[in-house]
């Protein structure tokens, strides 16, 4: 059922669609779905290589062998969720060993860290990885793990993952990447040195907001191993159906990313221009910090921006994020329809407050997910709610 081609001349689009095969029974060239929990063995032990769905299914086989393609990894693993996915990378580590991590992790890392692993005994230092040097700073004899996003969420912050990569293996740590914002159309870290790729592929690979799921690709069989242990052992596996969307929303993947950043671009562009926009964080910008290694380890900028305003305040912020039409408020993001969200309140509700303000995450901080419509109907909504707010200020002046 699965084929073993080499791609390495194909361009992404193409490899996609043809890293996932045609069903060898059917000749079905739409995945099937195998929606059963166990399969039928000739003897005790014999069987065609899947036994009982928690340990194997073919339709999630696709899935993890197509997510360990398109990221150059030798073994792919899918899961129940994004969360569930970096719970089972944590899994590798043991009592007493450390993490160094991004500051600006996804709030909901943060916790998994802080509020379940902490109490196991795995002590995680959070630093500003955009200098390689902080990272090096922080290892001690116990760092078994640097957690590093690039770009990151929400203040899309770039990090520099062949530098850390090196530093990681000079210390004999693992470096994991969370390739969430980038996807692998845009950023491959495995072959910038990374050991281990997570996803919540719940956005862009999934891509039209419509699942839950998580992604682990590794680099050799061996670390590949020991996460299919833990997947099988602790159970957290994505279901078949799950599987089948994911792989659909994959199929577009390059087209998507490719359409988000063009838009994303000039919605970027566009709010710079605005008096009561402060910061606008977008790697696609000549004035972001490290655009230059952005552009050097990315294809595409990515579809996610994050502004905040003049005068930091909440209600303000508010006041925006209420006011769109076409920018749905809702959390999540990589979806096809453009999201708007206000983190503090959101997405990074869990991480203190002193913590978020020391990564940029101020009150008044947007994010947006910049979607497939036409960019000039999102421009235009952002323009409507930001004048909306301006005359609330007038009029209150
Ligand atoms: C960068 C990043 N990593 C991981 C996750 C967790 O993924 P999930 O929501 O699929 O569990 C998220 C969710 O927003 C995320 O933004």
Redesign the pocket.
Same mark, same amino acid.
Request: hydrophobic share 35%.
């Given at each position: 059922m699965f084929n073993n081609l080499k791609f390495k001349k194909m361009q992404e689009q193409t490899k996609i669609l043809h890293s996932i095969p045609v069903d060898e029974l059917t000749g079905a060239i739409s995945t099937p779905i195998y929606q059963t929990s166990t399969f039928v063995q000739q003897a005790p032990g014999v069987h065609k290589g899947f036994d009982y769905a928690r340990s194997n299914n073919p339709t999630r086989k696709v899935l993890e062998d197509l997510i360990a393609t398109l990221e150059n990894g030798s073994n792919g693993y899918a899961f129940a /969720? !994004?969360? /569930? @996915? $970096?719970d089972a990378v944590v899994k590798l580590l043991k009592s007493g060993d450390e993490i160094v991590a991004v500051d600006d992790i996804?709030g !909901? @890392?943060f916790r998994l860290f802080t509020h379940i692993y902490e109490k196991f005994g795995i002590k995680v230092t959070y630093v500003d990885t955009t200098n390689a040097d902080n990272v090096a700073d922080a290892i001690t004899s116990k760092t078994k793990l640097i957690w590093i *996003?690039s770009p990151?969420?929400p203040t899309l912050k770039i990090s520099d993952i062949a530098t850390i990569a090196k530093i990681a293996k000079a210390n004999n740590c693992l470096l994991c990447v969370?390739n969430?914002?980038a996807s692998p159309a845009s950023q491959k870290p495995i072959d910038l040195g990374a050991d281990i790729v $997570?996803? /919540?592929? +719940?956005?862009y690979l999934a891509g039209h907001s419509d699942l $839950?799921? !998580?992604l682990v690709v590794t680099k050799t069989t061996e670390l590949g191993e020991q996460i299919k242990f833990i997947q099988n052992a602790s159970g957290a596996i994505l279901a078949p159906l799950d599987s089948w969307l994911a792989i659909r929303g994959i199929e577009t993947l390059s087209l998507r990313v490719r359409q988000h950043s063009e838009n994303a671009q000039a919605i970027a562009e566009f709010l710079l221009t605005q008096d009561i926009v402060k910061n606008v964080y977008y790697p696609g910008l000549a004035g972001h910090h490290n655009h230059h290694i952005a552009k050097q380890q990315q294809k595409y900028f990515g579809g996610i921006i994050s502004f905040d305003l003049k005068i930091d305040d909440k209600e303000f912020a508010t006041h925006i994020v209420s006011s769109t039409k076409y920018f749905k408020l809702a *959390? /999540?993001?990589g979806g096809v329809k453009s999201l708007i969200c206000l983190p503090c309140e959101m +997405?990074h509700k869990s991480i203190p407050a002193e913590i978020r303000y020391k990564s940029g995450v101020t009150d008044s901080l947007i994010r947006l997910s910049v979607g497939l419509e036409d960019v000039e109907d999102l421009i235009e909504d952002l323009k409507t709610a930001l004048n909306k707010l301006k005359s609330k200020l007038a009029f209150t002046a």
């Open positions: /969720s !994004g969360l /569930s @996915a $970096i996804y !909901g @890392a *996003e990151t969420n969370d969430t914002f $997570i996803h /919540s592929a +719940t956005k $839950i799921a !998580g *959390e /999540s993001l +997405t």
